[in-house]
């Protein structure tokens, strides 16, 4: 019974991880796609950055090393998520192999037990 909550709790963390790496993937395309338009700019550009409701301008250079910062940030946490999946899969693939050992054993016993007694009192 424990091994079989264990094994369901690392598929829910796989689940977790999957969906984060997901999310970290879309946001470094994101990034990506605007680091190649701020690299597109030319001298002078104006830019512009979201501040709750409001508009502030905000330097070209700035602009390009706070979204550069992010992309490292970002792949950091790609990389992270992908070496604990990694892990994760690993301790699932090692459980499902004791779930199917203990299946097995306890299919033997329940056939063994029956046959071995009726052999012995004969």
Do not use: C, W
């Amino acid at each position: 019974r424990r091994l079989t909550e264990f094994f369901l709790s690392l598929e829910t963390e796989l689940q977790a991880n999957v969906e984060a790496r997901k999310t970290f993937t879309q946001q470094a395309t994101e990034n990506e796609m605007v680091l190649e338009e701020l690299k597109s700019l030319e001298a002078g550009a104006n830019v512009y950055k979201l501040i709750g409701p409001m508009l502030a301008k905000q330097d070209v250079v700035e602009a390009t090393s706070n979204v550069t910062k992010r992309l490292e940030f970002i792949n950091a946490e790609r990389t992270r998520l992908e070496k604990a999946a990694e892990g994760i899969e690993k301790k699932f693939d090692q459980t499902q192999k004791d779930i199917q050992i203990l299946q097995q054993r306890i299919a033997q016993l329940s056939t063994g037990g029956g046959g071995g007694a009726t052999a012995d009192s004969a």
